[in-house]
């Protein structure tokens, strides 16, 4: 069956540093990837999408890359700050591609410490 | 535009009886999603519309869900009767064009059956 998965575990990492988070998926071929950003009592965010046939994106001080022999996206905030803490989820469409049907993964939550 | 519209933003409600919680899309937009989020399983799609019609409904948990889209500008979710573990925050989501694009959600709403 298809499976997103993502870093259980909270991430915490130091002001300043860079940090990655993992999205890993089996039993799909999704023709994109999308990141959200989700805060506590709010609903998710969109913060960037990744095709199939894009190997990395950039946007401000993030970047996205996606490696589909790998079946991994990750997710990197260069130079984090305190307001960069929240959950990260990343989303895929369905394995029909195009059909409109995103399904997200579990999230990881990061915590950046002054 | 106001962004995507959920009400109520919280429900209390006793086991057994009918909810009905409500969304209005984006204007313009041809996707609308429910998600339902809890700690345990995460963001999970419920069911999807596009151009109003129901495409994919496999999330739905029970029979005692229901969606429905009467016109582009509003969809209502119904859980009757209602069960403690429906407790749960639901999402609404909408998109344009194909789902390849980013999904605005609403600020969900937070049910509590008890």
């Known amino acids: 069956s298809q499976k997103i998965e993502q870093n259980s575990e909270a991430l915490n990492i130091q002001e300043g540093k860079t940090a990655t988070l993992t999205c890993n998926y089996t039993n799909y071929s999704p023709a994109y990837l999308q990141w959200y950003r989700q805060d506590p009592g709010r609903g998710p965010v969109f913060l960037l999408l990744?095709?199939?046939?894009?190997k990395e994106k950039r946007k401000e001080r993030l970047k996205v890359t996606f490696d589909t022999t790998l079946k991994q996206s990750l997710f990197h905030i260069t130079a984090s700050q305190p307001a960069d803490s929240a959950t990260y989820l990343c989303a895929l469409d369905s394995p029909s591609s195009n059909t409109g049907k995103l399904i997200f993964g579990q999230g990881t939550t990061l915590q950046v410490k002054p | 535009d106001a962004g995507v519209i959920q009400s109520p933003r919280h429900e209390v409600t006793e086991m057994g009886q009918e909810v009905t919680l409500r969304c209005k899309p984006i204007s313009g937009h041809d996707y609308l999603f429910w998600y339902r989020q809890t700690m345990m399983r995460g963001l999970e799609l419920l069911i999807y519309f596009n151009n109003n019609v129901p495409i994919d409904d496999s999330g739905m948990p029970e029979d005692r869900f229901s969606a429905k889209m009467p016109n582009a500008s509003f969809s209502t979710l119904k859980i009757q009767p209602s069960e403690p573990r429906d407790s749960a925050v639901y999402f609404c989501a909408s998109s344009f064009h194909r789902g390849s694009t980013e999904a605005f959600f609403g600020q969900g709403t937070r049910l509590t059956v008890v």
């Open positions: 990744i095709r199939e046939n894009e």
